[in-house]
């Protein structure tokens, strides 16, 4: 039986186990990872909440109708229905409607319900951030998986490679073809490619891990991904200052700083407002009935009437010193305000850094990408060669591992910077605003 050792590399390894089950798609991952991440419910919770704050302010602006009753037993002197008193017992009924509502707060009423609508979209926005940065943990695990799969395949095609020549040593030492020490020497190199290969499986295997836990899975049994084309990596890069352009106006992140921006001026308006006079409506409706022992009372309903009064009235308060409480709040809203600035220009220059960081990445990886096409077609051919001058008895086997080991060495190389260059390509579209699942289609 004679098969060459280059033929053994296009076999399917024997280590890696095939898949049985259903492959996760990427945008199956992330979908799933989306709705089920509990970071993401939390913030979902979160949005909810700023809902109802909406709806509580909104609420401050409308009357306030309350409505109370009260039974009043008295012994001894009391008050009878016709507002005089006598030694009896009496009882009384009162019915009351009222309505407060505020007409002028210095408009703070008007801001605060600004404020808490500019809260809601800020919530919006960090749910939106989050999905994101989900979004880009999905697809950086998926590819890593794809890119260590590749590497244990790489690692299990050695062992093959390994195994086929300790065979063959084997079957020539038996007819006094190789040496004892040949066969030795092989078997020590098949035993760093099974080493090898065990590590390359664990990091699949943690790789896979890291996924399934993103996704909120009970347990990576049994997960496998679908492959991606990731060959096409070599097209023209956009600058990094367009993308930036592109990216700062709609990523969520800036916008949900932009917006707690907008809210902090209105909390200066808010503070503000308490320099300011208050101004409030009030009114209502309300009735009596009396009773007492001894005298005669006019009928339930007819006294109804009969003491049937209604009231308006106009409150308007006026701050003229409030222990500075009020100068303090203004203060310190602006103090907030500047605080934000800081943040929303923070938030700008690391979003600049990381699209630099993946446009040099990208560049880096894909010149490293090219440089490692070509040296694994030069180990490819210098294995051959050797891999000839070997089976002719004109090799040793340590020249023969040495050029096998340069040519799986230049294809995890290849390997490497073909994924780190795809998933950098892909991320600088991301910036750019396109949606990652349409990005790895």
Same mark, same amino acid.
């Given at each position: 039986?004679?098969?060459?050792?280059?033929?053994?590399?296009?076999?399917?390894?024997?280590?890696?186990?095939?898949?049985?089950?259903? =492959?996760?798609? #990427?945008?199956?991952?992330?979908?799933?990872?989306?709705?089920?991440?509990?970071?993401?419910?939390?913030?979902?919770?979160?949005?909810?909440?700023? !809902?109802?704050?909406? !709806?509580?302010?909104?609420?401050?602006? #409308?009357?306030?109708?309350?409505?109370?009753?009260?039974?009043?037993?008295?012994?001894?002197?009391?008050?009878?229905?016709?507002?005089?008193?006598?030694?009896?017992?009496?009882?009384?009924? @009162?019915?009351?409607?009222?309505?407060?509502?505020?007409?002028?707060?210095?408009?703070?009423?008007?801001?605060?319900?600004?404020?808490?609508?500019?809260?809601?979209?800020?919530?919006?926005?960090?749910?939106?951030?989050?999905?994101?940065? $989900?979004?880009?943990?999905?697809?950086?695990?998926?590819?890593?998986?794809?890119?260590?799969?590749?590497?244990?395949?790489?690692?299990?095609?050695?062992?093959?490679?390994?195994?086929?020549?300790?065979?063959?040593?084997?079957?020539?030492?038996?007819?006094?073809?190789?040496?004892?020490?040949?066969?030795?020497?092989?078997?020590?190199?098949?035993?760093?490619?099974?080493?090898?290969?065990?590590?390359?499986?664990?990091?699949?295997?943690?790789?896979?891990?890291?996924?399934?836990?993103?996704?909120?899975?009970?347990?990576?049994?049994?997960?496998?991904?679908?492959?991606?084309?990731?060959?096409?990596?070599?097209?023209?890069?956009?600058?990094?200052?367009?993308?930036?352009?592109?990216?700062?106006? $709609?990523?969520?992140?800036?916008?949900?700083?932009?917006?707690?921006?907008?809210?902090?001026?209105?909390?200066?308006?808010?503070?503000?407002?308490?320099?300011?006079?208050?101004?409030?409506?009030?009114?209502?409706?309300?009735?009596?009935?009396?009773?007492?022992?001894?005298?005669?009372?006019?009928?339930?309903?007819?006294?109804?009437?009969?003491?049937?009064?209604?009231?308006?009235?106009? @409150?308007?308060?006026?701050?003229?010193?409030?222990?500075? @409480?009020?100068?303090?709040?203004?203060?310190?809203?602006? $103090?907030?305000?500047?605080? =934000?600035?800081?943040?929303?220009?923070?938030?700008?220059?690391?979003?600049?850094?990381?699209?630099?960081?993946?446009?040099?990445?990208?560049?880096?990886?894909?010149?490293?990408?090219?440089?490692?096409? @070509?040296?694994?077609?030069?180990?490819?051919?210098?294995?051959?060669?050797?891999?000839?001058?070997?089976?002719?008895?004109?090799?040793?086997?340590? =020249?023969?591992?040495?050029?096998?080991?340069?040519?799986?060495?230049?294809?995890?190389?290849?390997?490497?910077?073909?994924?780190?260059?795809?998933?950098?390509?892909?991320?600088?579209?991301?910036?750019?605003? $396109?949606?990652?699942?349409?990005?790895?289609?």
């Amino acid at each position: 039986m004679k098969k060459t050792v280059l033929t053994a590399l296009l076999a399917t390894a024997a280590l890696l186990p095939a898949a049985a089950q259903k =492959q996760w798609t #990427l945008g199956e991952c992330i979908d799933y990872a989306v709705e089920n991440n509990i970071s993401i419910k939390q913030s979902v919770l979160e949005v909810r909440q700023r !809902e109802v704050d909406l !709806e509580n302010a909104r609420g401050s602006r #409308l009357p306030v109708v309350s409505a109370s009753g009260s039974e009043n037993f008295s012994f001894g002197r009391g008050l009878t229905s016709e507002n005089t008193y006598v030694n009896t017992n009496t009882t009384s009924t @009162s019915l009351s409607l009222g309505l407060s509502m505020p007409l002028f707060r210095g408009l703070k009423l008007s801001n605060t319900v600004e404020a808490r609508k500019l809260n809601l979209e800020a919530a919006e926005a960090n749910l939106e951030k989050m999905k994101d940065d $989900i979004r880009l943990a999905v697809a950086k695990a998926y590819v890593t998986i794809l890119y260590n799969t590749e590497i244990a395949e790489v690692a299990a095609s050695q062992v093959r490679i390994d195994s086929l020549q300790v065979y063959r040593l084997e079957t020539m030492a038996n007819v006094g073809k190789a040496s004892a020490a040949e066969v030795a020497q092989q078997k020590a190199s098949l035993a760093q490619s099974r080493l090898a290969a065990v590590q390359a499986a664990n990091n699949l295997s943690l790789s896979v891990l890291d996924l399934v836990q993103l996704l909120e899975l009970p347990s990576p049994k049994g997960f496998t991904v679908a492959k991606l084309d990731a060959d096409d990596i070599l097209s023209p890069l956009k600058d990094p200052e367009a993308i930036y352009s592109e990216a700062i106006m $709609i990523k969520p992140a800036v916008k949900a700083e932009k917006t707690l921006l907008d809210m902090a001026q209105r909390n200066i308006r808010i503070a503000r407002a308490d320099f300011f006079p208050s101004l409030s409506l009030s009114g209502g409706i309300g009735s009596n009935y009396y009773t007492s022992n001894g005298r005669e009372s006019a009928r339930f309903f007819e006294q109804l009437g009969t003491n049937f009064s209604q009231y308006v009235g106009l @409150s308007l308060n006026i701050p003229i010193f409030s222990g500075l @409480s009020v100068r303090s709040g203004v203060k310190s809203a602006k $103090i907030s305000y500047e605080a =934000q600035k800081l943040r929303l220009d923070n938030t700008c220059k690391q979003l600049y850094k990381e699209i630099q960081q993946a446009y040099y990445n990208a560049l880096a990886s894909g010149s490293k990408y090219e440089k490692s096409l @070509s040296a694994v077609e030069s180990a490819r051919e210098a294995f051959t060669l050797v891999e000839a001058k070997y089976e002719e008895g004109k090799a040793d086997i340590t =020249q023969f591992d040495q050029a096998k080991n340069n040519y799986m060495s230049a294809l995890s190389d290849l390997a490497q910077a073909r994924y780190e260059n795809f998933y950098m390509r892909k991320i600088l579209d991301f910036y750019s605003g $396109i949606e990652m699942k349409s990005l790895f289609l």
